[in-house]
């Protein structure tokens, strides 16, 4: 009766520890510009009101597509509220995530054509609105995945001068730590911009949820093409259960492998072609499962993967590599890309058919370091001091993405800690009329610091003579009080004061 006892209790304490494991992951959904939470059908997601983030301006939307989450507001962010502005989310759980990025278009506005900006992600650039994106459903978003590593996240849109930063919704949906892993150089250090994600063959474009995929997979949207051009491939479909589908890390819904276009004999080749930015690496994600009933044993298809000239994968044999017919697999390489098209070539060897069932390309980016935290620490003191007005955008981190650095901010990469510094501080002549707060002795790194012709007023802190990098000081016109400080004398690098 012990033994029985103990036998249960060791299984209800396994289980108990199983439950804990398999928690739900984290997910947050922001409807951007809503003043209370909004539920949605037909998935019913809540989406939390947008307070206590960022600045900018709430409005009335228009959904650019069918795609669009149906909200009815966003928020846009005109050039008088700076160059660059932020969505500061806290109380992320450190973690592997899915941030996914909706845009809109002002609701009622004069002015219909459609905004250009820049989006990054903790400090580092993902995405560049091209023309014409409120006209691609696959563009109406932009979607990366990226370790957080600070219980927060940071996303930033940076003004071009194409119009003002309209952004409808933010989702931020955590996935398995090993999702999408391809190789050694994966790591923390890359995120993952979705490019493109197709479903070949029957059927219609859906997200994650609508297949019943796994919440764990980032509900995805894939987008369905029927053929890759005229008389050079036949959908196929089945609804027979696909072995081996949904499984960790990365929980492909089955039902993407139920469709599948296959070449014709007429054009055995299968052949997809995208435009693409040059100059950069690409991770491929090619999927298969062998659902046509012309194929029951290995070595009936067997084909190459040829991508921009370069034999990718040599005899792919679905059935043998997948272990049975009416099983997923999938294949992955990553691929550097120097001018504008990637093209992705089926050849088959035995058969004569290739056979095809999804896509997913991204581009793989490097993150950026970021600013030494002390120094963003320094100058988020100095803004509220000086009462820098919102035009100088002063939002995210001051030297990174290296294409919007802040206003006024010179930065220099220190190679021996890997982060960004602050060298130079140039605001003459900028009409600021706030006080210089000691916290300016924290830009350790300072070789040139010039606030002349402003209307700075209060003392000159003594601090400033422990900053021994400068160079340059520059504090004329302004309306300061009391004394020089003696301390500014050990600033024996000085050369002109």
Excluded at 178 to 193: D, E
Excluded at 262 to 275: G, H, I, K, Q, W
Excluded at 356 to 385: C, D, G, P
Excluded at 396 to 405: A, F, L, R, T
């Amino acid at each position: 009766m012990l033994l029985r006892f103990l036998q249960l209790w060791i299984m209800l304490r396994f289980a108990c520890v199983s439950c804990a494991a398999r928690q739900d992951p984290f997910a947050m959904h922001i409807s951007c510009g809503a003043r209370q939470n909004v539920q949605t059908k037909p998935t019913n997601t809540l989406w939390r009101e947008d307070f206590g983030f960022t600045g900018g301006i709430a409005a009335n939307a228009t959904r650019p597509s069918f795609i669009t989450p149906p909200l009815n507001t966003l928020r846009y962010f005109p050039l008088s509220e700076g160059p660059q502005n932020c969505y500061n989310i806290n109380k992320v759980p450190k973690g592997h995530y899915s941030i996914r990025i909706f845009f809109g278009l002002v609701g009622r506005s004069k002015d219909t054509s459609e905004p250009l900006f820049d989006i990054s992600i903790e400090g580092t650039q993902i995405y560049s609105l091209k023309p014409g994106w409120n006209k691609q459903n696959d563009q109406v978003f932009v979607e990366a995945l990226v370790f957080l590593t600070n219980d927060s996240v940071s996303i930033c849109f940076h003004s071009t001068g194409h119009g003002d930063p309209a952004i409808l919704s933010i989702e931020i949906q955590q996935i398995d730590d090993k999702a999408y892993y391809f190789g050694p150089w994966w790591s923390q250090g890359i995120i993952l911009r979705t490019v493109k994600r197709l479903s070949c063959g029957f059927g219609q474009s859906k997200f994650d949820v609508d297949y019943g995929g796994d919440s764990r997979g980032g509900d995805r949207f894939w987008q369905r093409i029927k053929t890759f051009g005229d008389e050079s491939d036949q959908p196929r479909s089945v609804e027979t259960r696909i072995k081996q589908a949904s499984h960790p890390p990365n929980f492909y819904p089955e039902t993407l492998y139920q469709s599948a276009l296959v070449s014709t004999n007429n054009e055995p080749d299968l052949t997809y072609a995208l435009e693409v930015d040059p100059n950069r690496n690409y991770s491929v994600w090619l999927h298969f499962a062998e659902i046509d009933n012309s194929v029951t044993a290995a070595g009936q298809r067997v084909f190459n993967i040829i991508i921009n000239d370069d034999h990718a994968f040599k005899d792919v044999d679905i059935v043998e590599l997948s272990g049975d017919i009416y099983t997923a697999l999938v294949l992955n390489t990553t691929v550097t890309v120097n001018g504008r098209i990637l093209t992705i070539t089926l050849k088959p060897k035995e058969g004569n058919l290739a056979i095809i069932n999804a896509i997913e390309i991204f581009e793989v980016i490097m993150v950026e370091s970021k600013t030494i935290s002390e120094e963003v620490s320094a100058l988020q003191t100095l803004k509220k001091a000086l009462g820098l007005p919102p035009r100088f955008g002063w939002n995210g981190d001051p030297c990174v993405p290296q294409q919007h650095p802040w206003f006024g901010v010179d930065c220099q990469l220190n190679k021996s800690s890997g982060s960004w510094i602050i060298d130079g501080l140039g605001l003459d002549n900028q009409g600021l009329k706030g006080f210089l707060p000691d916290d300016i002795s924290r830009l350790l790194n300072l070789q040139i610091l010039n606030l002349s012709k402003n209307n700075i007023h209060g003392a000159i802190p003594s601090l400033l003579g422990t900053i021994t990098s400068l160079q340059v000081l520059d504090l004329s016109y302004n309306l300061f009080s009391g004394s020089i400080p003696e301390s500014l004398g050990q600033l024996t690098s000085l050369q002109r004061l």
